[in-house]
């Protein structure tokens, strides 16, 4: 049996995108019975376990981590705790060479000490550094130089880095040189909508519309879409479904951009309804897509298999995502593409569609993801 302890996530059921998303396809899609997968839960996130205590979901053995409140720090904190509880397990049971599994750079700073207690107990340390987490403008300067000073510390102390994105693998190796690594992508479902409206766009009066989905924040080029929309000659209203409510971005962006004197503009909020969010992607003219930091966007995989025309960020992550089925755009021209992508004609926009989906099914669907790890994980 090969025991596979996940740290880093919030933990299971998951209730979030990116890393809890990721574990809990990973669990449900299991086919290989002698993987055990351990899975690190903060307490505030668990439905059914009390701290130190243990519970089943989907198979998984969910551990429960009570993080002290202690500020930013109770990240670092909780993947320390985590790593102990695990560790203890490993030699209450007598695990065998264990894998580590750690999601994200956060521990990085004080890895080196854990890196060698794992491998004391026959174990082998993986790391999944995200995307660039250092350059996140939300980040303040002193965390942004720790986050880079973790990121370095992990890859040097990992038995193996597992990049979500080419492009995250070849950053890496130009900054650090060899890095003994592989590349899995993340996932999504191959699932549409079964709904006939959106209440969403019923309630904003919407029909006609571009489209922005994901997290408000500076790096995925809130601005930049945002005027060059503004400067462009549509009819067509541009919906953005972010949270922006009670976020100081937004008053900035309102002031430099004026956005709130253009009735075309809508922000909408957050959409959690899943099938809902689908039909709403579906029925987009264009999506845009302005992320710039991060490896394979869950937001962009979706897009891929729900709207007929992305119009993305032709930064490296995103080229080695989609390949050839979107159009891209760079910082200095996106105006006149957001005209070349509305009046692309209807053959034009089944073919960029069906080079999408064929993407996602030969290369994202979460059954082949969880199929890969499956293999990664056994080798070991």
């Known amino acids: 049996m090969k025991h596979v302890f996940i740290i880093g996530s919030r933990g299971l059921p998951a209730k979030y995108g990116g890393f809890e998303t990721f574990v809990e396809e990973l669990v449900k899609h299991q086919k290989n019975k002698n993987i055990k997968y351990h899975v690190a839960c903060q307490s505030e996130n668990s439905d059914f376990?009390?701290?130190?205590e243990h519970f089943d979901y989907l198979g998984a053995d969910c551990f429960v981590i009570k993080v002290p409140k202690i500020g930013p720090a109770r990240v670092i904190a909780y993947d320390i705790l985590a790593i102990n509880n695990a560790l203890e397990q490993c030699e209450k049971e007598q695990i065998e060479q264990p894998i580590f599994y750690i999601l994200g750079n956060t521990i990085g700073g004080f890895i080196s000490h854990y890196a060698k207690k794992i491998h004391k107990a026959g174990g082998k340390l993986f790391v999944n550094p995200d995307g660039l987490e250092w350059k996140r403008t939300?980040?303040?300067p002193t965390v942004r130089k720790y986050l880079k000073f973790a990121e370095r510390k992990m890859v040097r102390h990992a038995d193996l880095i597992i990049s979500d994105n080419q492009g995250i693998l070849d950053y890496l190796?130009?900054?650090?040189g060899a890095v003994k690594s592989e590349v899995i992508a993340y996932g999504t479902e191959k699932i549409s909508s079964d709904l006939t409206e959106s209440k969403t766009l019923v309630k904003y009066k919407i029909s006609d519309y571009f489209l922005i989905v994901g997290r408000f924040v500076p790096e995925?080029?809130?601005e930049l879409l945002i005027r060059s929309f503004m400067a462009s000659e549509t009819t067509k209203d541009l919906v953005i479904i972010t949270n922006y409510e009670g976020n100081a971005f937004y008053d900035e962006l309102r002031a430099k951009t004026g956005f709130d004197k253009d009735s075309r503009i809508k922000f909408v909020g957050t959409?959690?309804?899943?099938?809902e969010l689908r039909y709403i992607r579906e029925h987009a003219c264009v999506y845009l897509h302005g992320h710039e930091v991060g490896g394979t966007n869950p937001g962009l995989l979706e897009a891929l298999w729900?709207?007929?025309v992305n119009l993305v960020l032709g930064v490296n992550f995103n080229r080695t995502t989609a390949s050839d089925s979107v159009i891209y755009f760079d910082k200095e021209n996106l105006t006149s593409f957001l005209s070349k992508a509305e009046n692309l004609t209807a053959v034009e926009q089944q073919d960029l569609h069906k080079r999408a989906q064929t993407i996602v099914e030969e290369r994202y669907t979460w059954e082949l993801i969880c199929a890969q790890y499956e293999s990664l994980f056994v080798k070991f």
């Open 173 to 176: 190796r130009r900054e650090y």
């Open 271 to 275: 959409v959690y309804d899943q099938n």
């Open 306 to 308: 729900s709207t007929p």
């Open 49 to 52: 376990g009390a701290p130190n």
């Open 220 to 222: 995925n080029n809130y």
């Open 138 to 140: 939300k980040w303040a």
